[in-house]
């Protein structure tokens, strides 16, 4: 499986963004992907986590301003990110959990597959 994530760019405070990411190779067997991102000086941190079946997770920082879906049909996950903050300046990463995992798991390591990152900047 490979992950190619889009949609990052340069937003002004309380503006939005969409980030998508696709999924080639054999998806049929994953279950749950989502989002991390990493600020500078910053470890990497989980955003949002969707499972197959539409079960969502996100962190507290995401909650009420970005929404995480996906379209099983195009092998998609979708980040929509509102009322940014210049605190959500950071590299987004999309990621796939391991063959197997049944549910969603907050433990980063089970989450094997990393696409490369793209950039958001929150900046006026």
């Known amino acids: 499986v490979q992950l190619q994530a889009s949609g990052g760019g340069l937003v002004q405070p309380g503006g939005s963004l969409r980030l998508s990411c696709i999924a080639s190779?054999?998806?049929?067997?994953?279950?749950?992907m989502g989002w991390y991102r990493q600020a500078p000086g910053k470890q990497r941190e989980m955003v949002a986590l969707i499972t197959r079946g539409g079960s969502t997770f996100s962190a507290d920082s995401a909650k009420g301003r970005f929404t995480i879906s996906r379209d099983n049909t195009l092998n998609t996950v979708y980040l929509q990110m509102n009322s940014l903050k210049p605190e959500d300046t950071a590299v987004y990463y999309c990621?796939?959990?391991?063959?197997?995992?049944?549910?969603?798991?907050?433990?980063?390591?089970?989450?094997?597959?990393w696409g490369r990152g793209t950039q958001v900047t929150v900046s006026s």
């Open positions: 190779g054999s998806t049929s067997d994953i279950n749950v």
């Open positions: 990621a796939s959990g391991y063959r197997g995992l049944a549910s969603i798991d907050l433990n980063q390591n089970s989450y094997t597959i």
